[in-house]
């Protein structure tokens, strides 16, 4: 299923690819306001986002912010919620988005409604359900923000466990053209309603799975607070090898990083990576945890597949 959903996603990104070398003129007077193709929601498991085409500047760079609200700390079942995606940046003025909820790695944990159809839209590729922005969702002319999308879910049955929903959101400049835009990533995890639910989760969302040596990498972690009391927690990461064994061999790949929450809150930090340029040329797992160090008790953790690439 995951190689499946690689494929289909690489075949996009090639013919999108492909196109704009050979009409350049034609996509620079029309950057997909219609919306872009599926897999691009910054979320799991290959964490594909806007930057592909809109890459002048990195991910999360900018000035604006992005948010996914109306995520429930714990969801009832079959209770459908109304959610509401808001894109922001001075200076800006025209957007656009894609959503997708993913369940243990797997995708359509319960069923998207698309309540405003002028301003945003449902698609499916084979390999999930996205929720993106029409041509009239842009709000073309709109300076600086916010602008919203609005869109019901539909909580899946019993047993789905955690839902994390990922977005992406191109904050553009209007000149019809890839560059001068900013994108953002966003992530926002629900708790299903159980007694044996945990009071924390961990979303990881790195701005890349294909890291090359000699750069700098950034993974956002996001902590959220499902539960009534305060959380006093820490942040650990490792490199899980293919081979067996753990980078760093002992400890964190940084120092413990606070990552406190209260009741509803969700807390987000940017952790930075310095990849050496003699760095082995690899495929491994990127692990995180939120702990309490004393003792050491494992609080809720999340992981990813990458890939060191020259």
């Not at 120092?255 to 340029?277: C, F, K, Y």
């Amino acid at each position: 299923m995951a190689r499946s959903r690689l494929f289909l996603v690489l075949a996009v990104g090639l013919a999108l690819a492909a196109a704009l070398l050979a009409a350049p003129t034609a996509f620079a007077a029309r950057p997909l306001a219609s919306g872009p193709p599926d897999g691009m929601a910054a979320d799991a498991p290959y964490f594909f986002n806007c930057t592909a085409c809109h890459d002048q500047y990195a991910l999360n760079s900018g000035d604006g912010s992005l948010q996914i609200e109306g995520v429930p700390l714990r969801y009832t079942p079959g209770a459908a919620y109304s959610l509401t995606v808001r894109l922001q940046d001075a200076g800006q003025q025209r957007w656009g988005f894609e959503l997708a909820a993913v369940a243990d790695k797997s995708h359509n944990p319960g069923t998207f409604t698309i309540t405003d159809p002028l301003h945003t839209q449902l698609s499916n590729s084979g390999f999930g359900d996205y929720v993106k922005h029409t041509e009239a969702g842009t709000y073309a002319g709109t300076a600086g923000g916010p602008v919203s999308w609005s869109f019901e879910w539909t909580a899946p049955p019993a047993g789905a466990g955690t839902v994390r929903f990922y977005a992406a959101g191109n904050a553009a400049d209007g000149n019809t053209s890839f560059f001068g835009d900013y994108v953002y990533s966003a992530a926002v995890a629900a708790q299903e309603d159980t007694v044996a639910a945990p009071d924390l989760s961990l979303t990881l969302q790195p701005e890349s799975t294909s890291v090359q040596r000699a750069t700098s990498w950034r993974v956002a972690a996001r902590a959220r607070n499902h539960g009534a009391s305060p959380q006093p927690a820490y942040l650990v990461s490792r490199v899980r090898l293919s081979g067996g064994g753990y980078y760093p061999s002992s400890g964190s790949l940084l120092p413990p990083v606070p990552m406190d929450t209260t009741p509803g809150d969700q807390v987000d930090r940017s952790l930075p990576h310095a990849i050496p340029s003699g760095a082995p040329l690899l495929d491994a797992t990127y692990e995180a945890y939120l702990v309490t160090l004393s003792p050491l008790t494992i609080l809720a953790s999340d992981d990813f597949r990458f890939s060191i690439v020259p």
